[in-house]
């Protein structure tokens, strides 16, 4: 490789960096316009126009309030782990398919897979160092939630690397070209969609903010610029989760509108669903991962082991 293609490399990842931080900004807005449509009220519409500018308005002041933390914390840890966290998100992005330009390799579903297991040390960390009781309960809560649904999502996609045997985004693109992955598995799609959910603590499964008994869960010792980045990091999640769902499930082309159409409606899928459930209970969560989700994975994972002996024999 030449000097110009590490320069075009780190031209389109910053570019990369600034659209998403643009986009989380506009899901944020949306979010609340949405929630407030939901509950028969306006959402923010006096900064800027129709409240466009209410998320930079927003960012300003978190990262200009003052920085507190709690004197018996584990300072560096409490300190680090949301920029780590909000590092593993920004980096996780590298996988996206795109055929030129951005950093594409051909394992690129382990790595997801890498960055993913190391978002819970940064949950782990930040519930932690806190040193508040509350803190470490919602840490914990958060924890076991995202490693047992972390399993559930592991053995939906070997489903797909079996099919496929290979593990580069890409190849699921190349692969729906005349049929999405939806019609052809549409269980695992329903199972990929509660374990989005569970994996990105979002309503109905957002246990780590139970607020009758843990106040806000892991983060609640952060404020200013701590928070916006866990807050950052979460919504990032949520945008992944959405493209991984569409390169997965919904096929097309990532320099196509229609294929962020189709991103875009995932992520309103994401707030629908808070404006609309209630929470789910702890031990039913638990009991859906480990008894419900883990079997018919695992069933399912052998009912396409034969599927694709059958198509290779015949």
């Given at each position: 490789?030449?000097?110009?293609?590490?320069?075009?490399?780190?031209?389109?990842?910053?570019?990369?960096?600034?659209?998403?931080?643009?986009?989380?900004?506009?899901?944020?807005?949306?979010?609340?316009?949405?929630?407030?449509?939901?509950?028969?009220?306006?959402?923010?519409?006096?900064?800027?126009?129709?409240?466009?500018?209410?998320?930079?308005?927003?960012?300003?002041?978190?990262?200009?309030?003052?920085?507190?933390?709690?004197?018996?914390?584990?300072?560096?840890?409490?300190?680090?782990?949301?920029?780590?966290?909000?590092?593993?998100?920004?980096?996780?992005?590298?996988?996206?398919?795109?055929?030129?330009?951005?950093?594409?390799?051909?394992?690129?579903?382990?790595f997801m897979l890498c960055c993913l297991s190391m978002g819970v040390y940064g949950l782990m960390i930040a519930g932690w160092a806190s040193n508040s009781m509350y803190a470490l309960l919602g840490g914990l809560r958060a924890i076991a939630q995202t490693i047992s649904y972390e399993?559930?999502?592991?053995?939906?996609?070997?489903?797909?690397?079996?099919?496929?045997?290979?593990?580069?985004?890409?190849?699921?693109?190349?692969?729906?070209?005349?049929?999405?992955?939806?019609?052809?598995?549409?269980?695992?799609?329903?199972?990929?969609?509660?374990?989005?959910?569970?994996?990105?603590?979002?309503?109905?499964?957002?246990?780590?903010?139970?607020?009758?008994?843990?106040?806000?869960?892991?983060?609640?010792?952060?404020?200013?610029?701590?928070?916006?980045?866990?807050?950052?990091?979460?919504?990032?999640?949520?945008?992944?989760?959405?493209?991984?769902?569409?390169?997965?499930?919904?096929?097309?082309?990532?320099?196509?509108?229609?294929?962020?159409?189709?991103?875009?409606?995932?992520?309103?899928?994401?707030?629908?669903?808070?404006?609309?459930?209630?929470?789910?209970r702890y031990d039913k969560l638990m009991y859906l991962a480990w008894k419900c989700y883990l079997p018919l994975s695992i069933n399912l994972f052998i009912f396409y082991i034969g599927f694709k002996i059958f198509m290779e024999i015949y």
């Amino acid at each position: 490789m030449y000097y110009i293609d590490y320069i075009m490399i780190l031209v389109n990842i910053l570019i990369l960096i600034i659209c998403l931080l643009v986009g989380v900004a506009f899901l944020t807005l949306l979010e609340r316009k949405v929630l407030g449509y939901i509950q028969i009220r306006k959402g923010p519409n006096k900064v800027g126009f129709m409240g466009l500018l209410q998320p930079f308005s927003d960012a300003i002041k978190l990262f200009t309030k003052e920085q507190t933390f709690p004197i018996y914390a584990n300072y560096l840890m409490y300190y680090f782990s949301p920029v780590m966290s909000f590092m593993l998100s920004m980096i996780i992005w590298l996988v996206m398919p795109y055929y030129c330009g951005m950093i594409n390799f051909s394992l690129g579903i382990l790595f997801m897979l890498c960055c993913l297991s190391m978002g819970v040390y940064g949950l782990m960390i930040a519930g932690w160092a806190s040193n508040s009781m509350y803190a470490l309960l919602g840490g914990l809560r958060a924890i076991a939630q995202t490693i047992s649904y972390e399993i559930s999502l592991v053995l939906i996609l070997m489903s797909f690397i079996l099919l496929m045997l290979s593990f580069n985004l890409l190849d699921f693109l190349k692969y729906q070209y005349y049929c999405w992955m939806l019609f052809i598995a549409f269980p695992l799609m329903l199972m990929w969609l509660a374990t989005m959910l569970a994996e990105t603590n979002r309503t109905p499964f957002d246990f780590a903010e139970g607020e009758s008994e843990l106040v806000s869960g892991f983060n609640v010792e952060y404020s200013s610029g701590g928070f916006a980045l866990i807050f950052l990091a979460e919504y990032l999640s949520i945008l992944f989760m959405s493209m991984l769902f569409v390169v997965i499930f919904m096929g097309g082309y990532v320099m196509n509108l229609f294929f962020y159409m189709k991103m875009l409606f995932l992520s309103f899928f994401f707030l629908w669903v808070r404006g609309t459930l209630p929470r789910f209970r702890y031990d039913k969560l638990m009991y859906l991962a480990w008894k419900c989700y883990l079997p018919l994975s695992i069933n399912l994972f052998i009912f396409y082991i034969g599927f694709k002996i059958f198509m290779e024999i015949y």
